[in-house]
């Protein structure tokens, strides 16, 4: 969509970018596996609940199961590019 837009001339290229991190709180438990469903002992593969999760000390009384993003935008739109 950013691609189409600068495209279009919608909006313009910017010399200046900012970048800044932020974490989104995910829907997983640390380490956890999906089951394959079969009752008895199995191979099948273990699959994380969720890639990438992982633990975020925002401080030593807060901390957060996440994932880790990284914002790069545009300083005068404000739009993030990635
Ligand atoms: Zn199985």
């Known amino acids: 969509m950013i691609q ?3 495209e279009q001339g919608i909006i313009e290229k910017e010399e200046q970018l900012a970048v800044d991190t932020t974490h989104v709180e995910a829907e997983a ?8 469903g079969h009752t008895e002992s199995c191979d ?7 890639d990438n999760v992982g633990l975020m000390r925002k401080s030593n009384t807060v901390t957060y199961i996440a994932h880790k993003v990284t914002l790069i935008m545009w300083c005068k739109i404000g739009t993030a590019i990635i």
């Open 44 to 50: 099948c593969p273990k699959i994380p609940t969720d």
């Open 4 to 6: 189409f837009n600068i």
């Open 29 to 36: 438990t640390l380490h956890a596996h999906r089951k394959c």
